[in-house]
């Protein structure tokens, strides 16, 4: 391929709007996010916005943050592996079922979807009066982490599955049966070999669940009643309620962190696959 | 003859309606090399899979050993499979792909680490134990599957394509290294292949099959002299497959010509088809052979010339050693011995079945 | 390996199934729901539906949707794919830096991604509209593309390529006829997929938006605070049938292109890849016809506009018509969700608006803060000729001289209780911390709202800086916070309604409404004390369209006009020309909407706090909110 663009300059000259786009859009951004995360009003350096993440009301914000995202990556996780089987054997091509199931939601506005689940898990929801009706007990889940759990898993969910299909599709089938061959019964199967073969499918699908779960603002807002605070809605506060531009910044640069170490971890484990 | 390993009995299978088995049935001997050969479609991978338990048979059973094993699953089963393109885990390094069967079976170290540098020097890839599947040739990925699987020392090992991937000159290569690996482990193998040179090449014991069947079972030697039907000429070989009338014993009328040959039973006045092989077309000039011709067509083919020749309204395919140009005026003589007679097909049926390869 | 689904299989893909469209069908639902409040189902209409035709805000949000998604897709799809195309021709050290540039906005927060933007634009001075917004979708888009593009490009051999340059063809020629028809179907993919990503994008949007400007998104989420319109139910749904209806045409397409492609094995590839780009092609096409039907202000933005700001659902759609007709000038009009939010925005460009509708104590924070313009009373004979001499006093306690705000509403913020649900008489603001009614207390969203309730409880002045005082109440909220259920602003009319809950602090002006809805609701002013509220019209002191603004606070004090909004948002009016004229006897002698003097002085109006009340209001309010 290198043949393609004998010149270098030549390469260089086609890729260059996108240079100059992510180096404006992409880097100088992050740049400003860490200027003003790191300097207060007067433009001094300080580290106060991101110590501040050890106030009590913002690392609650965080820590709840955090166990939400990783109940959420789990339960999605759960749902999607055996789903992903299920496509994945009966080679429903991801044409036509997955598009169906998960891309068509997608053109409901995904504010709309989330507040539609306001309707279902009220009190007096629709759920509860199913339930009603089937003389079964209620739940009340509305304004719980509970509520703000299935918002995140719902609209996440596909973010979960596609990777994992994807990757257990690609498996031969007789590598499946190579190792039933071996002597191996289904749980060993799927253990030493479905398992670890898709692994990078699985990083994938943890990490677009994951970051999204931490960082929403929206899904808490209208499935936890406003209050209960995620680290998201905390740094959005600062942008559009109180107006602290540092200190917004500063709790930014705390997500980055979560976000790099992501990162960190999924390129360690594309590195192993290659 | 030797002791019966495995017998299939009335196996009838279908996928979605379509009959892929007939009621099958075959016996296979311990320490056999058995291929079953067919085209696309005939059969035989699902008789494969039935004996390896991925498929279980609608009806009809598995006797492994004196054992029913129609329903025991794949893993429980004293034999193993080498895949076609491999089926190597890429997750696992060449060592621990070949010890996936032993850790199972909760092997000793030392013996898993004996197991692995016997394999690999049996299949010639000693030193490769640390490597990733994927950057071996496929050839070399190709030994590697049937290491991992003879390591299990199964009693019969069972061979899915395994050269379809491989380009010829590899394919020869590994023709005979199946051969000798076979002398070596004393154990039996069935073979699953579409190609006819193959079989010939490898097998003790070749059994064809088309559109469900069992066409015919023999040696390599049974199934190209004596195919007992068309398809099985057609299939091994070239042929000269011509309609025809068995006039009475030893007299059989072809293109309106009678020729002696050495079948009977068939009856008198009986419409059969006969096979001629190539070879077996002798040219004689003009005034000493049964039917007259022109040669239309000739290749030069290395060993022999290979021709078409107008006789008879049919256009036959000789081999021969000596050269006939085109437009040379010949008379066609067949030795009675290299006259093959068959009956025609019992029904249409068998030729009806539009049966997919599954 | 058996092919058939197994029934354990079968009812687990159902119940994912169900779960995934649950929400759909009753958005569906909702759009045919009679009732505006969609906790009720108030029969069957095709209302909103038609209504739809000349709802331009929704219309615009949608167009302005359609046409960022296009545009976006467009740019970042060439620049993507002239990106991909040249990198494969790098080092592979120079690629692996570059993708992981590329990789920053996938694997980033949104919400981060969004506000680095937004401080790049405005650093930049840059004004935020459809550009910054556009900008933004093209930078997330980028990835998408790229991730399509690049692993296809890397399995196409040069060999064609170069065997057409050595024929002798130009380079962008050779590339168009070799290159180019293999990338197609993984351009096509990345394209579709940015263009979906573009349309359901709300946090990178919402951040790099600015006045006046929405998009579905935005919109929704301004409107979700206080109850979304059924008219954009009715536009999903359209939406969703649309998008079905496709996918269902090409699939069928695709099957029959499948069928040929069986009968004419060589030929069919093409054919294949053909009927994908046509359906490509008349999807692009029925989304541009949705948008010349859809079309609004995008590029038709006339020379004379009025920006405003208003609270959400205060004021009559049509009044809007009205004016835009008969003064020719076009409003954009924006709507906040509490006072704070409108000053954040305000506070960051003060030009972004030319009017705003803020309550009392916002109005002194902004007269404090020299955000505001005197008003030329002359250009607004009606706001002195209708509007009540009492409010214009009322009105000193925030705007001492009566230079900047012209009373709009005006009420009392009290309780709302469910008679059925709540038995004793209500008299007191200790109910809403009474243990009986733990999950059935709404609270507002609002830090002044909150904070009067718990300081009137303590019979404290509802404007205490005292922080001792303010220390009290905080500790009273936090211990009151496991009561509560939500602390939501306009919803608490919908879920009162809907029997959600048995108690709610609530504005006066939403009493008459939702007593009309769910006549168990009762509205009851504490006997402690609560607040009177005044909200006002003020001009931006750096407006540029001050003579417009005026203009507009001119016609909603015509008695006509101010009726219409009262009809319609149920807000009580300081209109006494108005007040005259409402016909429901009722509702003109209504005890809510005009409560007595006797109510009143029992009530204060909220002042500035000024900035160090302001950060003890913020800090406490930060500790309620995190004390669950």
């Known amino acids: 391929m290198s043949k393609m663009f004998r010149d270098r300059r030549k390469a260089g000259a086609v890729a260059s709007p996108y240079f100059a786009w992510a180096l404006i859009f992409i880097l100088v951004p992050l740049a400003m996010i860490l200027w003003y995360g790191l300097t207060d009003d007067s433009g001094a350096f300080t580290l106060v916005h991101i110590a501040a993440i050890a106030q009590p009301e913002h690392m609650k914000a965080l820590l709840l943050a955090l166990e939400l995202a990783i109940i959420s990556t789990v339960i999605c996780f759960l749902l999607a592996y055996p789903l992903g089987m299920i496509l994945a054997k009966n080679k429903m091509s991801s044409a036509g079922i997955i598009t169906t199931i998960f891309i068509l939601p997608m053109w409901m506005n995904f504010l709309l979807r989330t507040f539609s689940w306001m309707t279902l898990l009220e009190n007096h929801g629709v759920i509860n009066g199913v339930l009603e009706f089937l003389h079964l007990p209620t739940i009340h889940v509305i304004n719980t982490p509970g509520a703000i759990v299935i918002g995140m898993v719902y609209n996440f969910l596909p973010f979960m599955i596609m990777p994992i299909y994807n990757s257990l599709a690609k498996i031969d089938e007789n590598v499946i049966n190579a190792a039933r061959d071996l002597g191996a019964n289904s749980v060993q199967t799927f253990l030493r070999v479905t398992l670890p073969l898709t692994v990078p499918g699985i990083i994938s699908g943890v990490t677009m669940v994951f970051i999204p779960a931490l960082t929403t603002f929206a899904i808490s807002t209208m499935l936890g009643g406003s209050k209960i605070l995620l680290i998201g809605n905390v740094i959005e506060q600062e942008f559009t309620l109180t107006y602290d531009w540092h200190l917004g910044s500063g709790l930014s640069i705390v997500l980055m962190i979560f976000i790099v170490v992501n990162m960190i971890v999924s390129a360690i484990s594309e590195k192993k696959d290659e | ?358 | 390996m058996n092919n058939k689904i197994r029934p354990a299989e079968k009812i687990y893909m159902a119940i994912i199934f169900l779960f995934m469209y649950a929400p759909i069908v009753t958005l569906i639902v909702l759009s045919f729901n009679k009732s505006k409040s969609r906790a009720k189902w108030g029969g069957f209409t095709f209302q909103w539906y038609l209504n739809l035709v000349h709802d331009s805000e929704v219309l615009n949000a949608m167009a302005n949707t359609l046409i960022i998604a296009l545009i976006a897709t467009i740019v970042s799809t060439l620049i993507g794919t002239a990106a991909s195309v040249a990198l494969t021709g790098m080092k592979r050290r120079t690629r692996s830096l570059i993708m992981g540039v590329t990789n920053i906005p996938m694997i980033n927060a949104d919400i981060v991604t969004g506000i680095s933007l937004m401080l790049l634009f405005k650093i930049l001075h840059f004004d935020a509209g459809f550009v910054t917004v556009l900008i933004a979708h093209i930078t997330f888009n980028i990835p998408y593309v790229m991730l399509s593009v690049l692993p296809r490009m890397k399995t196409i051999s040069p060999a064609v390529y170069e065997a057409a340059l050595d024929l002798g063809a130009e380079p962008f020629f050779a590339f168009r006829k070799t290159i180019l028809p293999d990338l197609t179907p993984a351009i096509i993919s990345g394209a579709l997929m940015a263009f979906t990503m573009s349309i359901d994008d709300f946090i990178i949007t919402y951040f790099t938006k600015g006045s006046g400007f929405d998009t579905l998104s935005t919109k929704i989420y301004s409107e979700v605070k206080r109850g979304i319109r059924p008219e954009i139910y009715a536009l999903s749904a359209i939406i969703f049938v649309v998008v079905l209806v496709l996918l269902l045409l090409s699939d069928r397409m695709k099957v029959r292109g499948s069928k040929i492609a069986d009968r004419a094995r060589n030929a069919g590839n093409v054919k294949l890849k053909r009927i994908g780009i046509a359906v490509a092609i008349s999807a692009a096409s029925i989304a541009i016809i949705l948008m010349a039907l859809a079309f609004g202000g995008v590029f038709t933005k006339k020379s004379t506009q009025v920006f405003v700001y208003n609270a959400g659902e205060y004021i009559d759609p049509e009044v809007i018509e009205l004016f835009q007709e008969e003064t020719g000038i076009e409003v954009v009009y924006d709507e906040f969700e509490s006072n704070e939010i409108m000053y954040a925005k305000v506070a960051a460009d003060g030009a972004a608006y030319d009017i705003l509708c803020p309550s009392d104590y916002m109005i002194a924070k902004l007269i404090d803060n020299d955000m505001l313009m005197k008003l030329d009373w002359s250009a607004i004979p009606n706001a002195k000729k209708y509007i009540g001499e009492q409010y214009y006093q009322s009105a000193t306690a925030f705007d001492p001289a009566n230079e900047y705000a012209v009373p709009y509403c005006w009420g009392t913020v009290g309780i709302l209780y469910n008679k059925e649900m709540v038995q004793e008489p209500v008299t007191s603001w200790n109910v809403l911390w009474d243990p009986k009614y733990r999950g059935e207390i709404l609270m507002q969203d609002s830090i002044r709202d909150a904070f009067m309730v718990a300081l009137a409880r303590r019979g404290y002045s509802i404007n205490s800086t005292d922080p001792a005082e303010i220390d009290t109440a905080t500790q009273d909220l936090i211990e009151q916070a496991p009561l509560v259920q939500a602390y939501v602003i306009d919803q608490v009319r919908d879920k009162m309604i809907g029997d959600e809950a048995a108690l709610g602090v609530i504005y006066s002006g939403e009493a008459i409404y939702t007593k009309r809805e769910n006549e168990n609701l009762e509205y009851v002013i504490p006997d402690e004390g609560s607040n009177v509220w005044i909200d006002g019209w003020c001009v931006t002191r750096e407006a540029r369209n001050a003579d417009n603004a005026l203009k507009w606070i001119d016609f909603l004090c015509r008695p006509e006009i101010a009726l219409m909004n009262f009809e319609y948002i149920t807000y009580s009016t300081p209109n006494i020309a108005a007040q005259e004229m409402i016909e429901d006897e009722d509702i003109r002698n209504s005890k809510v909407a005009f409560p007595d003097d006797e109510t009143l002085s029992r009530c204060d109006t909220y002042i500035s706090l000024g900035e160090e009340g302001d950060r003890l209001y913020n800090e406490a309010w930060k500790k309620v909110k995190s004390a669950n």
């Open chain 2, 1 to 358: 003859m030797s002791k019966e390993l495995i017998t299939l009995s009335h196996i009838s299978k279908s996928f979605d309606g379509q009959l892929i088995l007939d009621d099958l049935n075959l016996v296979i001997h311990e320490n056999e090399f058995v291929t079953l050969l067919g085209p696309s479609g005939c059969g035989k991978t699902t008789t494969l899979r039935i004996i390896g338990g991925f498929e279980t048979p609608d009806q009809g059973k598995v006797i492994f050993d004196g054992m029913d094993i129609t329903a025991l699953a794949p893993n429980k089963r004293q034999l193993n499979t080498v895949f076609q393109k491999y089926a190597l885990f890429t997750h696992m390094d060449i060592a621990d792909n070949i010890a996936f069967g032993l850790r199972i079976k909760n092997k000793s170290d030392q013996y898993i680490k004996d197991k692995i540098s016997y394999a690999l020097k049996l299949v010639n890839l000693e030193g490769y134990e640390h490597r990733m599947p994927d950057s071996l040739s496929g050839g070399q990925q190709q030994r590697i599957a049937i290491a991992r699987a003879i390591v299990n020392e199964p009693k019969v090992l069972l061979l899915d394509e395994p050269l379809g991937a491989l380009d010829l000159k590899l394919r020869q290569d590994m023709q005979y290294e199946l051969i000798r690996l076979k002398r070596e482990l004393g154990i039996t193998f069935i073979y699953v292949t579409h190609d006819q040179e193959e079989a010939l090449t490898m097998s003790d014991h070749i059994v064809v099959m088309n559109q469900g069947y069992i066409q015919q079972e023999g040696s390599p030697e049974d199934i190209y002299n004596e195919p007992e039907n068309a398809f099985v000429a057609d299939f091994i070989g070239d042929s000269n497959i011509i309609s025809a009338t068995m006039v009475k014993d030893e007299l059989v009328r072809i293109l309106g010509t009678e020729f002696p040959c050495v079948d009977k039973g068939f009856g008198e006045e009986k419409p059969v088809d006969v096979v001629i092989r190539p070879e077996d077309v002798e040219l004689v000039p003009r005034g000493q052979g049964r039917i007259s011709g022109v040669v239309s067509h000739i290749i030069f083919k290395g060993v022999h010339y290979e021709m078409e020749v107008q006789a008879g309204g049919f256009e036959w395919l000789v081999h021969s050693t000596k050269e006939s140009p085109v437009g040379t005026e010949v008379d066609i003589r067949v030795d009675p011995f290299n006259i093959q007679v068959m009956n025609k097909p019992a029904s249409e049926d068998e030729q009806a079945l539009g049966v997919e390869d599954v």
